[in-house]
């Protein structure tokens, strides 16, 4: 059994393996589609170096041009579909519910997805990648879900898992696209018409998750989403008449003797109260200043564009919106080239065992990204709470990952083990910032988490653009190891330039 806060219902332990649980399902589906999504939209990296490539008779300009576009679109002026959709998919959470938000942009997405297979040239390709960077959107509406379900003191673990494992679609892909082609080759079918059948697998996968999130899961842990405001009035009116002696009766049983001399409080009163220290009996302790925090602090808010804005431009969202387009974005962009770097090193290995050796940057999320919400956790707990400690660990995170891209370019490794030594060390440090990153995101704004959230997934995704074209305009995509340190000096200064903010804003309400 694990504990739950009676007043906002949220788990204070991950049930991982539980799927009866409302929780462990919950949290399945979070990790588990976000994977698929990552997995789908990075159908094309795995193949597109070796077979991809010959058979549209690509060039590497053209290659390197479809790895942008799967970020970025350009007319006019530049459009980003992907970072839109995230950015667009927090206010949307926050209005409609992580739920719903999620399995939409499954089921949408998967529409590019069912027509990739009829790319037959570099124009139509950079269509496709350009439309498949929707699922990528499916990043906010999963963690927004988690922290819905998850109570503060595993906040970050839970989200660093979710995403973490989610992650690690960018390196099942690595592994999965090449063994079913081959296994379509194996079957007769040449590579033209094997590469496009393999895409039939993801297709599948994600239409039936996105459908069964909408037939399996809730929107909260007390029901639906539009009726998630009344629940925390009652949850105040619990901790109003708990303070005063009345018997209340809400869900999970809480209760206490009556009193007929009820009264009512004023909002000062209130505040008073809710400093109280005096503890529910429930299936976990908390304290009546908890009960004011959970109640009015955590409640997300229908977004308004005046609070929207303000909270858009505050120096916390800055700050994550920073460091997150380091280590997010970072992130993509490597992932997108790290195959062919390793063949443009090491010529004599096939497309194959290139993909294989890169899998093992994305495989490295299933734990790098949950160790960095377990330490953003553990920090939190043993400093008495302190938010500084899990800015510290995100700062810390993002000045080793730089000093790691800035060695790795330096060296430019021809000697594989080291290479992929090199590339390794890095990646901890990366992935492990975007589990710290979403440790801290909870606590700032909480009543607006979808807003935070989106926009600091929105910059994941401008980092993925600013650091793909930097490996796209090195000596026309050809110089990866000048683009490696090049990312590496504005890792270090990005994360430096916001760290001096403090964690949340003074006197917030439900911070803590």
């Known amino acids: 059994m694990h504990q739950i806060n009676p007043v906002n219902r949220k788990a204070q332990s991950i049930p991982i393996f539980n799927l009866v649980s409302i929780y462990g399902r919950v949290f399945f589906f979070s990790w588990f589609g976000f994977m698929v999504a990552f997995w789908a939209w990075y159908t094309f990296p795995p193949l597109i170096t070796h077979v991809i490539k010959a058979n549209l008779h690509l060039t590497s300009t053209q290659v390197a041009n479809s ?9 006019t002026h530049i459009r980003l579909l992907r970072l839109l959709v995230r950015y667009l998919a927090g206010p949307l959470c926050d209005q409609f519910g992580p739920r719903y938000v999620f399995a939409g942009v499954l089921l949408v997405g998967a529409i590019p997805l069912g027509l990739a297979p009829l790319v037959h040239d570099a124009t139509s390709l950079y269509i496709s990648r350009f439309f498949l960077g929707i699922l990528g959107g499916s990043f906010v509406p999963c963690l927004v879900w988690c922290t819905g379900f998850f109570d503060k003191n595993v906040v970050g673990s839970a989200n660093a898992l979710a995403g973490g494992w989610g992650n690690a679609g960018g390196g099942i892909t690595y592994f999965i696209m090449p063994a079913v082609f081959d296994s379509f080759k194996a079957r007769g079918y040449s590579d033209g018409p094997a590469w496009r059948l393999t895409f039939i697998v993801p297709l599948i996968v994600v239409i039936v998750t996105g459908v069964s999130m909408i037939l399996l899961c809730p929107d909260t842990p007390t029901g639906k989403w539009s ?43 209130l505040e008073k109260k809710a400093k109280d220290t005096s503890s529910l009996d429930h299936e976990a302790t908390i304290s009546q ?62 497309y194959a065992y290139a993909a294989n050796v890169a899998a093992i940057f994305g495989f490295l999320n299933f734990v790098t ?37 800035i060695v790795i370019g330096q060296l430019d490794p021809h000697h594989l083990p080291t290479l992929l030594g090199l590339v390794s060390l890095m990646a901890i440090f990366l992935e492990a910032g975007n589990g710290a990153n979403f440790g801290l995101i909870p606590h700032v704004h909480p009543h607006a988490n979808g807003i935070v959230s989106g926009t600091t997934g929105a910059a994941g995704n401008l980092g993925g653009v600013i650091f793909s074209i930097i490996f796209r305009f090195m000596d026309n995509g050809t110089n990866y190891a000048k683009a490696f340190w090049v990312i590496g000096i504005l890792h270090i200064g990005l994360n430096l330039a916001l760290c001096w903010v403090p964690p949340i804003p003074r006197g917030q309400i439900g911070g803590r």
């Open 67 to 75: 790895n942008i576009v799967s970020l970025v679109a350009t007319g």
């Open 227 to 269: 009726e998630r405001h009344l629940h925390a009035e009652k949850a105040l009116d619990v901790g109003i008449q708990r303070s005063t002696g009345v018997v209340v009766d809400v869900p999970g049983s809480i209760t206490a003797k009556q009193n007929s001399n009820t009264s009512k409080c004023s909002d000062s009163d």
């Open 289 to 350: 200043g908890e009960v004011f925090e959970c109640s009015q602090g955590e409640t997300i808010r229908k977004p308004t564009f005046g609070a929207a804005l303000k909270i858009l431009v505050s120096p916390q969202t800055l700050f994550h919106i920073l460091t997150y387009l380091c280590s997010f974005g970072g992130e993509l962009a490597i992932n997108s080239v790290l195959s062919a770097y390793y063949v443009h090193n090491f010529p004599h290995i096939n």
């Open 369 to 405: 990204r949950p160790l960095g919400g377990f330490a953003s956790d553990y920090l939190y707990r043993v400093t008495g709470k302190s938010l500084w400690a899990k800015k510290v660990l995100i700062v810390v995170c993002g000045t080793l990952t730089g000093v790691f891209l």
